[in-house]
């Protein structure tokens, strides 16, 4: 049976980096502060007016590519996760296939947040499965930077996020021992509300009613934009923390042993866990649980914040990079984040 491997990866995060001291110009916090509920030292920013999600997933894709041996013109299928696209619509997918100047093949957009890039991987793993593709460019791009609350009333959340990309090729193998082995994929809707992006929507405020009890009717007719909405801090994310902390770290070791199990393996079999991004605290907690070693575990939150969609690939690649992966290694991708969503992937390298 055919089975999924990554022929090629690549990651790219902007030039510009944004120290916590340097947050000190528009919110009150501190290094420490930041240091010690995430784990963060530092993020990326992308130029405002340069640089784009889609560009950044160019400028990943364009490394994954090269180092599949291929070209652009030999993709036959794009899967573009993110949160933050370059318009409303259309996605980020058709952009990028203009950008790449790439056949008409089809481009699949994904909205699954901090587990974008695990799910379209899994569905990339399906079409090369059935044979229906036989090179799937798989992307996890973010923009976080233009749309945050930089002030002390939205720090909770703005310390916490960076920009860049990371995408995978994904192609056929008949090896046996290599490839995606399992997929796992969640969700749990009753959460929806603790970690969102509001408006602009068009929900009209059907799911939230107190949330717009201070709003006239007026004002709520207009829902998808109104001034009241950014006097409330409604066109930005929205989180709570304790309650996303009280969740993950439940969610990311089952959702990992789901994987091990399904394949008859355990936590001593792997080689290197990439967990989403999400928070060092969140990330160390399911280590000690899982009893990892540090060998065991690769974080690099602390230099590019959470980046979301693009979280998983930019730590795989980087630790690909540094040699932290080789060829027959057991490697689990695991993510948790918005809506609830969850989700693992585990291979052999």
Same mark, same amino acid.
């Given at each position: 049976?055919?089975?999924?491997?990554?022929?090629?990866?690549?990651?790219?995060?902007?030039?510009?980096?944004?120290?916590?001291?340097?947050?000190?110009?528009?919110?009150?916090?501190?290094?420490?502060?930041?240091?010690?509920?995430?784990?963060?030292?530092?993020?990326?920013?992308?130029?405002?007016?340069?640089?784009?999600?889609?560009?950044?997933?160019?400028?990943?894709?364009?490394?994954?590519?090269?180092?599949?041996?291929?070209?652009?013109?030999?993709?036959?299928?794009?899967?573009?996760?993110?949160?933050?696209?370059?318009?409303?619509?259309?996605?980020?997918?058709?952009?990028?296939?203009?950008?790449?100047?790439?056949?008409?093949?089809?481009?699949?957009?994904?909205?699954?947040?901090?587990?974008?890039?695990?799910? =379209?991987?899994?569905?990339?793993?399906?079409?090369?499965?059935?044979?229906?593709?036989?090179?799937? %460019?798989?992307?996890?791009?973010?923009?976080?930077?233009?749309?945050?609350?930089? +002030?002390?009333?939205?720090?909770?959340?703005?310390?916490?996020?960076?920009?860049?990309?990371?995408?995978?090729?994904?192609?056929?193998?008949?090896?046996?021992?290599?490839?995606? %082995?399992?997929?796992?994929?969640?969700?749990?809707?009753? +959460?929806?509300?603790?970690?969102?992006?509001?408006?602009?929507?068009?929900?009209?405020?059907?799911?939230?009613?107190?949330?717009?009890?201070?709003?006239?009717?007026?004002?709520?007719?207009?829902?998808?934009?109104?001034?009241?909405?950014?006097?409330?801090?409604?066109?930005?994310?929205?989180?709570?923390?304790?309650?996303?902390?009280?969740?993950?770290?439940?969610?990311?070791?089952?959702?990992?042993?789901?994987?091990?199990?399904?394949?008859?393996?355990?936590?001593?079999?792997?080689?290197?866990?990439?967990?989403?991004?999400?928070?060092?605290?969140?990330?160390?907690?399911?280590?000690?649980?899982?009893?990892?070693?540090?060998?065991?575990?690769?974080?690099?939150?602390?230099?590019?914040?959470?980046?979301?969609? =693009?979280?998983?690939?930019?730590?795989?690649?980087?630790?690909?990079?540094?040699?932290?992966?080789?060829?027959?290694?057991?490697?689990?991708?695991?993510?948790?984040?918005?809506?609830?969503?969850?989700? +693992?992937?585990?291979?052999?390298?």
């Amino acid at each position: 049976m055919k089975k999924s491997i990554i022929a090629g990866i690549g990651m790219y995060v902007p030039t510009n980096v944004v120290t916590n001291n340097d947050l000190l110009k528009y919110m009150d916090t501190s290094d420490e502060w930041i240091q010690e509920r995430t784990g963060i030292k530092e993020r990326r920013y992308a130029h405002r007016t340069e640089e784009t999600t889609t560009t950044m997933g160019v400028e990943a894709a364009t490394i994954a590519i090269e180092r599949a041996g291929i070209t652009p013109q030999d993709i036959d299928f794009i899967i573009f996760a993110t949160l933050s696209p370059d318009y409303y619509f259309p996605g980020c997918g058709v952009l990028l296939q203009r950008a790449m100047k790439m056949k008409e093949i089809g481009a699949l957009d994904v909205r699954n947040q901090c587990s974008g890039f695990v799910y =379209a991987l899994t569905v990339a793993d399906q079409f090369i499965k059935t044979g229906m593709y036989k090179n799937i %460019l798989v992307v996890g791009a973010e923009k976080h930077s233009f749309g945050l609350d930089f +002030s002390t009333r939205g720090r909770n959340v703005s310390v916490i996020f960076g920009d860049g990309a990371g995408a995978v090729v994904l192609q056929p193998t008949e090896e046996a021992n290599r490839g995606i %082995l399992s997929n796992h994929l969640h969700s749990d809707g009753e +959460s929806a509300e603790i970690l969102a992006m509001y408006n602009p929507g068009t929900h009209a405020n059907h799911w939230m009613p107190e949330k717009y009890a201070s709003f006239d009717q007026a004002e709520i007719g207009q829902m998808f934009f109104s001034h009241a909405m950014i006097d409330d801090a409604q066109v930005f994310p929205n989180m709570d923390g304790p309650a996303v902390f009280k969740k993950a770290v439940v969610k990311f070791p089952e959702v990992i042993m789901e994987a091990l199990n399904a394949n008859n393996l355990q936590t001593t079999d792997i080689n290197l866990l990439i967990p989403h991004q999400a928070n060092l605290r969140i990330a160390q907690f399911v280590q000690q649980k899982l009893k990892l070693s540090d060998n065991q575990v690769y974080n690099n939150i602390q230099q590019y914040g959470n980046t979301t969609a =693009a979280s998983v690939p930019i730590a795989l690649c980087e630790a690909w990079e540094k040699g932290k992966i080789k060829e027959g290694d057991l490697v689990c991708l695991a993510a948790f984040g918005s809506g609830f969503t969850w989700a +693992s992937t585990l291979m052999r390298w």
